[in-house]
């Protein structure tokens, strides 16, 4: 489930309009403990340093989302909350990680499906080693991130078995294995179907995937599917 598009809104630029109750410099700008509400009817209360937010402070949008948490430079930087209109929130523990308006660092974000990613951010994507939960199924992805997709070494975890493999753009690609939880493993090779297909039958005109011998139709995933080698390897470990 996609993070981005929940924050297409940014912070009014403070400027000299609106209101304005709070502590001042000897220059007349705002500086100390405040409160504004601004032209486009945000509100923000909080710390502000040489004319801008700058410290701890709470930022109201009009549209109902809120951030709690700390400023620099008007931006949002340091650690904080976010809650989004659509009931979604990004944190860690009590507080997310930002660096100039994005989320950057460790964080965690609650979607509003009941989905959960803790993990690693970067220039407000899923970036680095990362936790995905999906609420629906209980199943969980734990491993690398790329720029919002999964990618890398990674592990996909079933209520009774396990994927262990690589991914690519958010889908298993090569070698992996399956384990699942009797004590067996199914190891096999995930490559896009559209280079499995067999050429048209002339004469029948129909086209043929291949079978897993032995295990009936292949697994397949998002236009995936998982083969075995030549030789099945099916390995039993009971303990």
Request: hydrophobic share 25%.
């Amino acid at each position: 489930m996609s993070d981005l598009g929940s924050e297409e809104f940014e912070e009014e630029a403070e400027n000299d309009l609106g209101e304005y109750e709070g502590e001042r410099n000897a220059a007349g700008e705002r500086h100390g403990h405040g409160r504004a509400r601004l032209p486009n009817g945000d509100t923000y209360e909080g710390e502000y340093a040489n004319g801008v937010r700058n410290g701890r402070g709470t930022y109201r949008f009009k549209n109902g989302a809120r951030y709690i948490g700390d400023f620099f430079d008007n931006k949002k930087h340091g650690q904080g909350v976010f809650m989004y209109p659509d009931g979604s929130k990004y944190e860690e523990g009590l507080k997310g990680e930002w660096v100039g308006d994005q989320r950057h660092g460790n964080g965690v974000y609650y979607y509003v499906n009941g989905d959960t990613y803790t993990g690693e951010w970067l220039n407000h994507y899923r970036h680095g080693q990362g936790t995905y939960l999906y609420a629906e199924t209980g199943s969980k992805y734990v491993g690398g991130w790329v720029n919002g997709q999964q990618e890398g070494a990674a592990e996909l975890i079933h209520l009774n078995h396990r994927y262990q493999g690589k991914f690519v753009n958010g889908n298993p690609a090569g070698r992996g294995k399956y384990v699942f939880d009797i004590g067996c493993e199914q190891h096999g090779e995930y490559t896009h179907l559209d280079q499995l297909i067999q050429p048209k039958d002339k004469r029948k005109g129909s086209k043929k995937l291949p079978s897993v011998p032995g295990y009936g139709n292949p697994q397949t995933t998002k236009g995936f599917i998982f083969m075995e080698p030549n030789v099945t390897e099916v390995l039993f470990g009971f303990e």
